[in-house]
C-alpha cells in the first residue's frame, strides 16, 4: 500500500482543524464504524462525530467526505460525499449522514447508499486510511445534483476549495 494522500496532486490549499469525539487521526476506528453492510460483523455503519474550526474567510459552504485510498480498486473507495453543507454548520454528531443537514445534498458513496459505509477492507488486505476531509468552499451551492459521483464533486472542488480539514483513522481486518 501506498502511504501518498490522495491530495497531493491537487492545489495546495489552507488547512483548518477537524477533531472528532469518536475517532483519532492515526488510531484504529472503533467497531460501530466499520459496514455492516459490508459484512462486518458488529459493525454499524455509524458515521463519527466530527467538528471543524478555522475555515478561511469566505468561506460560504462546505462538502464532507470519507475515503479510503487503500481500497482494492484503481479508484479507492468513497464512503460518503456531501455537498452544500450551509457554512453556518460546524459540527456533525455521531451518526450524522442518516439525519438531514440543513439543504446539503447527499451523493450516492461507492457502497451504493447516500448515507456512510462503514469501514470494510478485506480481511488480510491491512489496515486502511479513512480519509475524512472538510473542505471550504467559495460558493454557498457547488453546480452539482444529488446524481453527481463524489469524483465529480471533488472536482468542481478543483476551482470551488478554499481550504481543507482532514482527519484520518485506519481500520483492518485480520485474515
Same mark, same amino acid.
Given at each position: 500500500?501506498?502511504?501518498?494522500?490522495?491530495?497531493?496532486?491537487?492545489?495546495?490549499?489552507?488547512?483548518?482543524?477537524?477533531?472528532?469525539?469518536?475517532?483519532?487521526?492515526?488510531?484504529?476506528?472503533?467497531?460501530?464504524?466499520?459496514?455492516?453492510?459490508?459484512?462486518?460483523?458488529?459493525?454499524?455503519?455509524?458515521?463519527?462525530?466530527?467538528?471543524?474550526?478555522?475555515?478561511?474567510?469566505?468561506?460560504?459552504?462546505?462538502?464532507?467526505?470519507? @475515503?479510503?485510498?487503500? &481500497? /482494492?480498486? =484503481?479508484?479507492?473507495?468513497? $464512503?460518503?460525499?456531501?455537498?452544500? !453543507?450551509? +457554512?453556518?454548520?460546524?459540527?456533525?454528531?455521531?451518526?450524522?449522514?442518516?439525519?438531514?443537514?440543513?439543504?446539503?445534498?447527499?451523493?450516492?458513496?461507492?457502497?451504493?447508499?447516500?448515507? @456512510?459505509?462503514?469501514? &470494510? /477492507?478485506? =480481511?488480510?488486505?491491512?489496515? $486502511?486510511?479513512?480519509?475524512?476531509? !472538510?473542505? +471550504?468552499?467559495?460558493?454557498?451551492?457547488?453546480?452539482?445534483?444529488?446524481?453527481?459521483?463524489?469524483?465529480?464533486?471533488?472536482?468542481?472542488?478543483?476551482?470551488?476549495?478554499?481550504?481543507?480539514?482532514?482527519?484520518?483513522?485506519?481500520?483492518?481486518?485480520?485474515?
Amino acid at each position: 500500500m501506498l502511504n501518498r494522500s490522495p491530495y497531493a496532486d491537487l492545489p495546495d490549499l489552507p488547512e483548518f482543524t477537524l477533531t472528532s469525539e469518536d475517532v483519532r487521526d492515526g488510531e484504529p476506528l472503533a467497531l460501530p464504524h466499520a459496514s455492516a453492510a459490508m459484512g462486518i460483523e458488529g459493525g454499524e455503519d455509524l458515521a463519527p462525530q466530527l467538528s471543524w474550526s478555522g475555515a478561511p474567510e469566505g468561506t460560504k459552504s462546505y462538502v464532507v467526505t470519507c @475515503f479510503d485510498p487503500d &481500497a /482494492p480498486t =484503481p479508484s479507492g473507495f468513497w $464512503h460518503t460525499c456531501v455537498s452544500n !453543507v450551509p +457554512a453556518s454548520v460546524t459540527e456533525l454528531p455521531t451518526g450524522w449522514a442518516s439525519g438531514e443537514i440543513g439543504g446539503a445534498v447527499r451523493h450516492l458513496n461507492d457502497g451504493g447508499t447516500r448515507a @456512510f459505509t462503514g469501514a &470494510a /477492507p478485506p =480481511p488480510g488486505h491491512g489496515a $486502511h486510511r479513512y480519509i475524512f476531509c !472538510v473542505t +471550504a468552499v467559495d460558493v454557498e451551492e457547488l453546480e452539482v445534483d444529488e446524481d453527481a459521483s463524489p469524483a465529480v464533486v471533488n472536482f468542481n472542488l478543483f476551482f470551488h476549495g478554499l481550504g481543507r480539514a482532514f482527519l484520518t483513522p485506519t481500520y483492518g481486518v485480520s485474515a
